[in-house]
């Protein structure tokens, strides 16, 4: 039995990478040599053979990574690596939440180290090339550092509890796991960006002046509730530009990236901000938010009806059962729901997206929020043709051009 969950797992593992061969192969099948009849007037020929080349570079890394990680999981799954991690976390302690503690320990900090090479080239040459780059060594690494910490204690944390609940209660484990996963959705929800955000980056409240009018005046005319708008130095690490609202109730705030001012003028930048109310005024944080909670029931419960199963341990080489090794084997074995169910997602995801540009078009500017979605995707040398494929499996906006079309026709 557990050979065949062993090939199963490896199919698995080769499908996924055959499939985004296959989806950057047909997004490749988009490229042009001169500038398309329907980007004139958002790109210029230079600006365009500067993205194309962008989203080459990109693809061609995607692709070396990719196969890299593919190489490192075959050969984890052919010499029985997880199995040999296993042994050196069961030489620590016998307690199993320091077993899984040390397993994820020592697989997360090795695979981190393995990658790093990786992520430097990626930010260090390619964003430094196409400009975007403002990332120095030493932030890079603190940030590594800082990822390192809140992984140890969040999801440490979290583990730990989550291995206690399944001593505690077998396997009734995935009700108490999903009343903690639910909360914790909800408390990094209100308190991301006051708790997380600021070990990374700085955020100050917006300057008085013209702007900081005009979001108020906006926000008082849509009878939005809204007292905390922040600007954060993205600056920092990179030039591209965005913003984002988070948290609840009194919790909510919107947050600016200070590329995002210095890109765009004040009307841009409130139809920006227009579209970001408007998710919240169409609830589509709260329905997004329930919708999380029942994809997480529904995976822990078909969690729980497997772990235990001692033939998933074995089909990673390991002699002895193990949570942890289930863990792995599980995640694997379900990522084909997971796709299903994120294809779902992002599908719900665009139609959010369509919903919250037609708020700010009536309440505020088609025309602004059509110009500021313009700049920001050529500023970012954005793909604006992906393939349809692409943008099923992979895009939770819509693309910028399908989003101007449909703002446009709601305007005539």
């Known amino acids: 039995m557990y050979n065949t969950i062993f090939y199963i797992i490896l199919a698995i593992v080769v499908f996924d990478f055959a499939l985004e061969r296959l989806l950057d192969w047909l997004n490749s099948t988009r490229w ?17 053979e500067k993205s194309q080349k962008y989203e080459k570079e990109n693809q061609k890394f995607g692709k070396l990574t990719s ?15 997880f199995a040999v991690v296993d042994n050196w976390a069961r030489e620590v302690s016998a307690n199993q939440i320091v077993i899984a503690l040390v397993f994820f320990g020592i697989l997360g ?30 932030t890079f690494f603190l940030d590594k550092v800082k990822g390192w910490m809140l992984s140890l204690i969040i999801g440490g944390g979290l583990l730990a509890l989550i291995i206690w609940f399944y001593m505690l209660t077998g396997k009734m484990f ?28 700085k955020q100050t409240p917006l300057e008085e002046g013209e702007l900081k009018t005009a979001i108020k005046d906006f926000a008082e005319k849509v009878d939005f509730k809204l007292d905390n708008i ?20 009194a919790k909510k705030r919107i947050v600016l990236f200070d590329t995002l001012i210095e890109d765009l003028d ?10 970001e109310i408007g998710h919240y005024k169409k609830k589509h944080t ?22 235990s199963n001692p033939e998933l341990s074995k089909a990673l080489g390991a002699e002895q059962t193990g949570f942890h090794l ?35 078009g009536k309440h505020y500017s088609e025309e602004a929020l059509m110009t500021a979605l313009k700049k920001l995707s050529v500023k970012n040398l954005s793909n604006l043709r992906p393939h349809p494929a692409v943008v099923f499996f992979h895009y939770s906006h819509p693309p910028l051009l399908k989003r101007l079309k449909r703002l446009k026709d709601k305007n005539e």
């Not at 042009?32 to 365009?48: F, H, M, V």
């Not at 004040?266 to 579209?275: F, K, P, S, Y």
């Open 32 to 48: 042009s040599s001169k500038l398309p009849d329907e980007l004139k007037g958002i790109y210029d020929p230079d600006r365009y």
């Open 266 to 275: 004040t009307d841009e930048i409130v139809a920006v901000l227009a579209h």
């Open 109 to 138: 900090l090795v695979m981190d180290i393995v990658n790093t090479p990786f992520s430097l080239y990626d930010t260090f040459v390619i964003e430094e090339k196409y400009g975007f780059n403002k990332t120095t060594l030493k």
């Open 286 to 307: 709260k329905k997004g938010m329930i919708i999380s909670v029942l994809q997480t029931g529904l995976t822990l419960y078909i969690l729980s009806l497997l772990i």
């Open 230 to 249: 922040f600007v954060i130095d993205g600056s920092k690490r990179s030039t591209k530009a965005n913003a984002y609202f988070s948290g609840l109730g």
């Open 326 to 360: 289930g863990l792995i084997a599980f995640g694997i074995l379900y990522s084909p729901v997971s796709t299903v169910l994120g294809l779902g997602m992002n599908m719900f995801s665009r139609k959010n997206e369509f919903e919250a540009d037609a708020f700010a």
């Open 174 to 201: 995935w009700i108490y796991t999903w009343l903690l996963m639910s909360a914790f959705m909800v408390f990094i929800t209100m308190f991301y960006s006051t708790l997380i955000v600021p070990l990374f980056n």
């Open 67 to 81: 196969s890299f990680s593919l190489t490192l999981m075959i050969a984890m799954l052919f010499l029985a690596g």
